[in-house]
């Protein structure tokens, strides 16, 4: 017996909003991004935002644009009604909105007010829509602009509202998506308030200054400035060096014609620029603006509007990584971090007296009297006495020589010798006699040098210099110089290409025909890299040779990996994988550890300040081969801070 043949029906109108609903509307952050776009396009000058656990309770957004009229407000709650397209084309759209689907879509799902006023009206108007029922505007008292209240969010879709998060979740959404937007817009003021809290309040600003409030870096000496041009393509922006970064991607904003996105062809780009210079599992911090002409990018590919389809996505891939690369090759200086030391305010202390305490008696005065810190001997400490009269770990160094070479690096960490330098201050005479500390004179060109002169060494680890503008710059010895050596070692590697070790039996390696086609056709770049390959039937690649480097046979997984990497992105080359490129920088990152300086070396001014002058010259000396920072840089705002003077 044959099933009964469904029937076909059209839907009610209230069931199709709210499937709509579930498209467009997924979480409270959801819908206050359509809102506070929808004031953007309406040319607002300050916006005002406000939430009430976490945009699940309630949402207000307030602007100060050009307002509605009541027939207006009457389109604006119809699906697919919107003033933002004047053709039917959907190349050449220049503002956030314009599928006309946000309004009707909240209606369906919440409960929606919206009062307006446009310019030169002597009151406002309000509409009512509650579950998909809409109630004819009303007169209603309001300031010119528009202000959009949403409340209950998915009261008519329960079972959408049970899937939401906490109230602290979504609050950590919708606080993102406010601040991707008013990156888009630093001419306009925002004012955002959880819960009757302000979290920021940010004037109409210019880029770098919206870029640095947003961000929240503070603790970056400077934005790196990023600028980028390729086949009608411009990219612009700011950049954190590689020692500011963050657990999560939440960092990154990245505009596309001025358009809020969360791009996958973006973040991989952004990723791969920055591989080799910070701490694997960590994200740097960036704000890109990409401008790219509008055929050669559709932005109608989700309702949300987030993701994007680039008609080129290698030559959008390749502009990306190439400008934050040539910006991340300066040497240390250009931009350093400074620690995140919070200030102790001193407070008062009072500790009862202890029972049989040893009298507290003066400690002997360094002129030889009596008056001097007063010690106490006994119960209470771990230590007899306190070593006041201990020799220092640090090492002050003489004055620089009124002539006299810098020592020039080798591989190894070791330094010439420049003739006529003094003894080191706190280092004994050969009489015996102390050499006393030496006032410390700037060597002339210090402006010239970011990382200033050395002035003493640390437990024999850490070169203290001072920079013309007076800062205070530490610097790891080991850290530092691994990244020179590292860095010199693999230009070495991949000034040419890497040697290849041919297998005395060559490997065959099975795979889908899709990933057989992307290696071959990437056989003449894999060469580059010491792998020789070549088609071996149509589901398997014949390994000859792979980089000697590596030292290993494993040619089955090193392979399918990249091939695995290859499929995930394949606009991408093989350089840029994890699979061989790790590899290789794991491999140079040892040498390079091996072959520096080691900590608890004692070194000379000339090898101090040859290690500070290598490591402004060299590409990607912020930060070591692990990713961890080479240099940190104290400024006196921040000296007075850990005084407490601030």
Known sequence: MLPLRPKLRRLPEVLVNRIAAGEVIERPAAALKELVENAIDAGARRLDVSLESGGIDRIIVTDDGCGMTPDDLMLAVERHCTSKLQDESLVHIRTLGFRGEALPSIGAAARLTITSRTQGESGAWRIHVAGGKITPPEPSAGAQ????????????????????????????????????????????????????????????????????????????????????????MVLSGFACGPSVHRATAAGQFMLVNGRPVVDPVLRTAVRVAYRRVIEPGRHPVVALMLTIP???????????????????????????????????????????????????????????????????????????????????????????????????????????????????????????????????????NGDGSSLGAMPYEAPQGLS???????????????????????????????????????????????SGKVQGQRLLVPDVVELPRLQVDLLVARQKMLATLGIEIEAFGGDAVLVRALPAMLNTSDAVTLLRDLADELEADDSGNPDEMPSLDGRLDAVIARMACHGSIRAGRRLTREEMDALLRQMEATPRAGTCSHGRPTWLKLSKKDLEKLFGRR
């Open 145 to 232: 602009g528009t202000s959009v209240v949403v409340e209950d969010l998915f009261f008519a879709t329960p079972a959408r509202r049970k899937f939401l998060k906490s109230a602290r979740v979504e609050g950590s959404h919708a606080e993102s998506v406010v601040r991707r937007l008013a990156l888009a817009v630093p001419e306009t003021a925002f004012c955002f308030t959880m819960d009757d809290r302000v979290l920021f309040d940010l004037p109409a600003q210019d880029m770098p200054a919206r870029a640095a409030a947003l961000l929240g870096a503070n603790e970056a000496d400077g934005f790196l400035s990023i600028h980028g041009e390729r086949d009608g």
């Open 448 to 494: 010239e040098h970011p990382l200033g002169a050395a002035v003493a060494q640390v437990l024999d680890t850490y070169v203290i210099a001072v920079a013309a503008d007076g800062s205070l710059v530490l610097v790891d010895q080991h850290a530092a110089h691994e990244r020179l050596t590292h860095e010199r070692l693999r230009e070495q590697f991949l």
């Open 294 to 428: 509008p055929d050669r990018v559709d932005v109608n590919v989700h309702p949300a509007k987030t993701e994007l389809r680039f008609a080129d996505e290698a030559a959008v891939r390749s502009l990306v990584i190439g400008t934050l690369t040539r910006a991340l090759e300066g040497g240390a200086g250009n931009a350093g971090v400074r620690p995140s030391f919070s200030a102790v305010k001193p407070g008062r202390i009072w500790y009862p007296p202890e029972k049989n305490a040893a009298p507290i008696i003066p400690a002997p005065s360094p002129h030889g009297g009596g008056s001097g810190l007063p010690l106490r001997h006994g119960a209470g400490f771990s230590e007899p006495r306190l070593g006041l009269g201990d020799s220092p770990t640090a090492r002050m160094l003489p004055p620089l020589p009124q002539t006299g070479g810098i020592a020039d690096w080798d591989a190894y960490g070791q330094s010439a010798r420049s003739q006529g330098t003094g003894g080191e201050a706190g280092v004994q």
